[in-house]
């Protein structure tokens, strides 16, 4: 085992060289690549990284949807390989609550009916969906659009019922893939802090794959993936790329200075075009903002 073992620490989520290998020989991908990974309960974990770096498949992996090629996934103190089909299936249901990139709602339901739709299938029926489902959908700020349709609410209300849904089964873990993809980032920015604040009142453990960097600041801890593998930690002496947005390393040689302060880049290339317009990169708010709360 390459990392220290806590016995008195709960976790919801354990990997253990955890590979995906998609294909076959000649066309094989490695997507997840011996990925050995401690979550805790209550923890909000964001994974960051490159398109097609495995942050989906790596999701998949812990959410029972894809099964490792090799190791294992540990779900709530249980060994994923070797259950049957029927209580994956339950676990999925009962433990796991999902949100993806787009909300999927059901265009001719209201949002307490598409919230209800879970709980019956979980077995709860009648009054008792009901009460839930709009106790969940006022503590996402939507008390006032239970009886409107997706088609009457705003990406970002959809995607706050996508989450109620997610929560309506009381799962100890909840994966999110780009939950934010498709909104502006002041409205992704409100509906992961929302979802954070029932998370920490409930001990919740989420893990959220996402491109976009304002959420790290809601996350316990970000982790860095490329290739498949997890490389650093995002506070591990890492600093981001003005131009492209990927991290580097606070080394990196590639640097130059505007305005007395320096700047690192990943490549030549990002630092030409940084030196074409400086003033367009360094200034971009959210950039200095990240990179002040690193270290
Ligand atoms: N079903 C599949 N069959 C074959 N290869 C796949 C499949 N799904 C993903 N891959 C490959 O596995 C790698 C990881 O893909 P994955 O979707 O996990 O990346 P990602 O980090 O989520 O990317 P993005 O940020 O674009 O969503 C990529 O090289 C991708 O092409
Ligand atoms: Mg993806």
């Not at 085992?1 to 060289?17: G, K, S």
């Not at 339950?90 to 433990?95: A, D």
């Not at 796991?96 to 879970?118: K, R, Y």
Request: overall charge neutral; charged content about 25%; hydrophobic content about 40%.
């Amino acid at each position: 085992m390459d990392f220290e073992q806590h016995d008195d620490i709960d976790r919801a989520v354990e990997l253990y060289h955890a590979t995906k290998v998609y294909g076959s020989k000649h066309t094989s991908v490695v997507a997840v690549n011996d990925v050995s990974l401690h979550v805790e309960l209550g923890e909000i974990i964001v994974i960051m990284g490159p398109s097609g770096s495995g942050k989906t498949t790596l999701i998949q992996l812990i959410g029972a949807l894809l099964t490792p090629t090799s190791g294992d996934v540990i779900i709530n103190g249980r060994n994923l390989n070797g259950l049957s089909k029927k209580e994956l299936s339950r676990i999925r249901r009962e433990e796991i609550g999902f949100v993806f990139q787009s909300p999927n709602l059901l265009s001719a339901l209201t949002a307490i009916q598409n919230v209800e739709v879970v709980l019956n299938l979980a077995g709860v029926k009648g009054a008792n969906a009901r009460y839930r489902a709009e106790q969940l959908l006022k503590q996402m700020g939507l008390g006032e659009r239970v009886n409107h349709r997706p088609s009457q609410l705003s990406g970002g209300e959809q995607q706050r019922v996508a989450i109620a849904r997610a929560l309506a089964n009381n799962p100890q873990i909840i994966l999110a893939d780009e939950p934010t993809a498709n909104l502006d980032s002041k409205t992704g920015h409100e509906v992961i802090r929302l979802l954070r604040n029932i998370a920490k009142e409930q001990g919740k453990t989420i893990i959220i794959a996402t491109h976009d960097l304002r959420i790290r600041d809601l996350a316990d801890r970000v982790l860095w993936l490329e290739d498949g593998k997890i490389s650093v930690r995002w506070s591990d002496g890492f600093i981001i790329d003005p131009v492209c947005l990927m991290l580097v390393n606070r080394s990196s040689e590639i640097v130059t200075t505007y305005e007395g302060k320096t700047f690192h880049f990943c490549t030549r290339k990002c630092k030409e075009r940084f030196e074409e317009n400086p003033a367009a990169y360094a200034n971009r708010g959210f950039w200095e903002d990240l990179n002040e709360n690193m270290h």
